[in-house]
Each structure stands twice: as structure tokens, then as C-alpha cells.
């Protein structure tokens, strides 16, 4: 089992860039593939990004592809979101994800953990 915990978000000025990492229990980290979701007010959950066990693959939403890059490091048993060039519609609570899938998958039921969440705010 593993614990997820959300940190970085707050209020950016569009065009501008945040950082949003989750840190996760235990000792087998690298066992889980690494999601990040998010959920804006009235709108359904959707997968921003996700990347394997061992960090060597990708995968993100168009929305966010060239903007946004997911990163781990599984020494610190740490994920991160790096994201740019920040648009009011990436505003949402960010939430970050894991299984033990070897492709991690795009869709929130693919995925056993949850963090709680972090708000990202980005105004126009």
C-alpha cells in the first residue's frame, strides 16, 4: 500500500509556470506507476499526465502535451508535474495517482491510490 501526499499548487498569472509534486509512502515506490489527474469546479476528473515505474515512459493528455512534464525520482520516492505556459482552463485540483500497472493507463478506475489534492489556480 502506499500513501499519497499532494504539494505545490497555489496562484499563477497565465502564461506563467508551477510545480506540483507528490510525495509517497513506503519503501516500494518504484513498484507504482505515477498518474496526475485533475477536476475543475463541475467537471468530470481527467488524466493530465502519467509515466511508468521506472520513469522511462510518458504519456499525457493533449491538452497538455508540450506544456506540462511528469518527472520521478525514486530515491526520494517523489513525482513531480512541471508545468508551463499556464492557461486559465488548467485551473482544477490536481491529484496525483498510482497502480501497479506496467502501462499506467489514462483513466481514474486504472488507478488504487489517491493523493488528496492540491489546488491550482492560474488567472487570466
Known amino acids: 500500500q502506499v500513501q499519497l501526499v499532494e504539494s505545490g499548487g497555489g496562484l499563477v498569472q497565465a502564461g506563467g509556470s508551477l510545480n506540483v509534486s507528490c510525495a509517497a509512502s513506503?519503501?516500494?515506490?518504484?513498484?507504482?506507476?505515477m498518474g496526475w489527474f485533475r477536476q475543475a469546479p463541475g467537471k468530470e476528473r481527467e488524466f493530465v499526465a502519467a509515466?511508468?515505474?521506472?520513469?522511462?515512459?510518458?504519456y499525457y493528455a493533449d491538452s497538455v502535451k508540450g506544456r506540462f512534464t511528469i518527472s520521478r525520482d525514486n530515491a526520494k520516492n517523489t513525482v513531480h508535474l512541471r508545468m508551463n505556459s499556464l492557461k486559465p482552463e488548467d485551473t482544477a485540483v490536481y491529484y496525483c495517482a498510482a497502480n501497479r500497472k506496467t502501462i499506467p493507463g489514462t483513466r481514474d478506475i486504472e488507478y488504487d491510490y489517491w493523493g488528496q489534492g492540491t489546488q491550482v489556480t492560474v488567472s487570466s
Open positions: 513506503g519503501r516500494t515506490f518504484s513498484r507504482y506507476a
Open positions: 509515466l511508468s515505474k521506472s520513469g522511462s515512459s510518458t
